[in-house]
């Protein structure tokens, strides 16, 4: 019969309380786990449960048919579960008015006549739990008994309570090292295994096949458990995307080993009886099977287990779950196998346009350069030397100048496209002068353009200086083409707060805002005025600069001008 649909005994129904309790996973668990249950356990009229408080006794909780003391704190000395507790043994006070160890002003004005007071832990009694009657009454034998088990399973919970606590925050406190990226990769395969629509139907027969009440997808690395996908019948207390400490789990084993662990009562096998798994987390039967990729690597395990036996370890069970453990394997090779595609299908997109892009654009900017070359060599072969020779060379310079910056910037997209990003050949060197050279060529190149400069640099500066006046090369250029005639354009540059900053500003039209996240995109030109040239690579150039030497370029236009920012952190 399948274990979820079987009636409930006396009996089965105290081994179900205390499976409960020692599954807890903290004090707050274990004691309200003892409120729900004790009391219809035991018959009695109230229950309560108490904790030590160095030598005070603090009621922290009780289910009654009238109040007792719930958040109050006793001397030791002065009540009954202080007197267990200090004794190490269970008080059986049959009448209250009778018995020297109870307070009776405190008892006064409650229902109580009649108490069992339970140490919880006897060997060092950090807790009791006490029942209570209302009216004179000896309990019978199996009362008791009921109470102390409660009172041992309690032990061991919050024993085992402290262990995870203690587990926990030393995974808290362990360095992290891209912690982010490892909570993505978790929160990932949770979504993943969600994901994969024959896993719920997975667990349901993996728990009609065993008669076991829980059963999970889980995802283990060398420090993280992680529940993906459960099936909990018996209320084990766990969802998707919840954890347990790696170092309490079997799983971590099965990750060092990658073999199926199974046994069908912890009590009786040699191997696991005095484990500390089964202990922690109160199971008798288990069963884990490593989900292996296909390229080798150790993914996570697909486990069921209960708190009561199970006949789990013979080959029909084995042979199914690693036949389940490969299925599941498999979705997730697939899903992997097709984001892969697709990514490599996105990067190919984006390389043929880029390549088209690239011909259609090199091949108009060229032309024009070609071009003039090609009418000043015709004219040096026809007319020979004559008064115009030395302005048609210059013109055929500066077309060769055009020509090499065309192919320099395409140069520095292919590095920063194809490569490893740009290089940097770091100098510590005066930055104001470099920048101040680059306003000087551009003042030459645009007579008609004002230009102001406020420059408050160290004397060094630890970066790749010609990169830098390449970057900020590109900036003016950018506010010279888009920029207002008639307004200045101010180049400014200081350090702050350790973080080198680099200004470049001009007056005009703001840019849209729907715009400016295109700005840097390779190939892509803005609205400039009439004979501007360019193959739409300064900007893209510019922010790779800015990305090599660790740092960005922040913009803000608006109706009074539109400013580059260039910042990045100083080192040293």
Not at 521 to 536: I, M, V, Y
Request: hydrophobic share 45%.
């Amino acid at each position: 019969m399948d274990q979820r649909s079987r009636p409930s005994t006396p009996l089965t129904t105290l081994t179900k309380a205390l499976a409960r309790i020692s599954r807890a996973r903290s004090t707050d668990d274990v004691i309200a786990t003892i409120r729900s249950s004790a009391r219809s356990l035991i018959g009695c009229q109230g229950i309560s449960i108490v904790l030590k408080d160095g030598s005070l006794c603090h009621y922290v909780e009780e289910d009654a048919i009238g109040p007792l003391w719930k958040g109050q704190k006793f001397p030791a000395s002065a009540c009954i579960s202080g007197w267990a507790m200090t004794n190490r043994k269970t008080a059986v006070i049959p009448d209250i008015a009778t018995d020297d160890r109870i307070p009776h002003e405190i008892y006064r004005q409650t229902f109580v006549r009649a108490v069992a007071m339970a140490p919880v832990r006897i060997d060092d009694p950090v807790a009791a739990i006490g029942a209570y009657w209302s009216q004179p009454y000896t309990p019978d034998v199996w009362e008791v008994e009921t109470l102390e088990a409660l009172a041992d399973a309690a032990a061991t919970a919050l024993e085992n309570a402290a262990v995870i606590m203690a587990l926990k925050a030393r995974q808290a406190l362990a360095p992290g090292l891209g912690q982010e990226a490892a909570a993505e990769e978790l929160s990932a395969a949770v979504g993943k295994v969600a994901g994969i629509a024959a896993v719920p139907t997975i667990l349901d027969v993996v728990l009609r096949m065993t008669g076991m009440g829980f059963a999970a997808v889980a995802r283990v690395t060398e420090t993280r458990w992680v529940a993906c996908q459960v099936l909990d019948p018996v209320g084990f207390g766990l969802k998707p995307g919840d954890e347990l400490p790696i170092e309490s789990t079997l799983c971590n084993e099965i990750r060092s080993h990658r073999r199926t662990i199974v046994f069908d009562d912890a009590v009786e096998d040699a191997q696991y009886c005095d484990h500390h798994t089964p202990r922690i987390y109160g199971l008798r039967s288990y069963i884990s099977e490593p989900i292996i990729l296909a390229g080798g690597e150790f993914w996570g395990t697909l486990c069921a287990i209960d708190p009561n036996p199970a006949k789990v370890n013979n080959p029909e069970v084995l042979g199914a779950f690693k036949l389940f453990a490969e299925l599941i394997a498999h979705h997730l090779d697939a899903e992997a196998r097709l984001r892969a595609t697709n990514a490599s299908l996105e990067r190919e997109r984006e390389l043929a346009e880029l390549r088209e892009q690239f011909i259609a654009v090199l091949g108009h900017d060229l032309r024009n350069p070609i071009a003039a070359l090609d009418a000043g060599t015709t004219r040096l072969l026809k007319e020979g030397w004559t008064s115009r020779s030395p302005l048609v060379l210059k013109l055929m310079k500066a077309s060769i100048s055009r020509m090499t910056g065309l192919v320099e910037n395409v140069m520095d997209l292919a590095r920063a496209r194809m490569g490893g990003g740009i290089t940097l050949e770091v100098t510590q060197d005066d930055l104001a002068v470099t920048l101040q050279h680059v306003v000087d060529e551009m003042r030459i190149a645009h007579p008609g353009r004002e230009m102001t400069v406020d420059f408050d640099l160290p004397a060094t500066i630890a970066a790749d200086h010609l990169r830098l006046a390449q970057m900020v090369s590109n900036l003016l250029s950018n506010a010279i083409t888009h920029g207002a005639d008639s307004m200045a354009i101010s180049i400014t540059g200081a350090v702050v707060e350790g973080e080198l900053t680099i200004g470049v500003a001009n007056g005009g039209q703001p840019i849209p805002p729907e715009q400016i996240d295109k700005l840097f995109l390779p190939f892509k030109r803005g609205e400039a005025r009439a004979g501007s040239r360019g193959l739409g690579l300064g900007l893209y150039i510019a922010s790779q600069i800015a990305q090599a030497h660790d740092g960005r370029i922040d913009v803000r236009s608006d109706a009074n001008d539109t400013c580059f920012r260039f910042k990045m952190p100083l080192k040293g």
